[in-house]
């Protein structure tokens, strides 16, 4: 499995924080859209070996592969898509998410979504597909945390 750069921040709490802080600066949602897709590039390759149908996220339009790895003390996850701005949407989550407990995981909701506008600026398959995918990453966690 690739090392993992997250988490970035100390806390789940501060990720979230530092992506309200850092989408503030852009005026318009071009660009917007430009900082995910440069987010996107910046995401750890994920091994093609891995990119194998039973990683893959149900439930987007794009394809997108996640694998996690660790315990309830900590989780890491591995995530790749073939499309540029789902590839920053994954950044984000994994921002938020990978290298945390599973506890921090369930208990930080993904409130960096609404906060800065991806709920109401993202296709419905797009949302959809981040929907999935931090569905994925709490079911994760909670199967973590119950075979503690």
Not at 27 to 38: N, S, T, V
Request: aromatic residues 8%; charged residues 25%.
């Amino acid at each position: 499995m690739a090392d993992t750069a997250f988490p970035l921040e100390p806390t789940a709490a501060e990720a979230q924080q530092a992506i309200r802080d850092e989408f503030a600066f852009f005026g318009d949602w071009a660009e917007r859209y430009q900082y995910l897709i440069d987010l996107g590039r910046k995401l750890p390759p994920m091994a093609d070996d891995l990119r194998i149908e039973d990683n893959r996220l149900l439930g987007c339009q794009s394809k997108v592969w996640i694998v996690s790895h660790g315990d309830a003390a900590r989780l890491d996850f591995v995530a790749a898509s073939d499309s540029a701005i789902v590839s920053g949407l994954v950044f984000l989550a994994l921002r938020v998410y990978s290298g945390r407990s599973a506890d921090e995981i369930l208990a930080t909701e993904p409130s960096f979504v609404a906060d800065i506008g991806l709920s109401r600026h993202l296709s419905p398959t797009r949302s959809n597909g981040l929907s999935a995918l931090l569905q994925r990453i709490r079911d994760t966690a909670r199967a973590a945390r119950d075979a503690a």
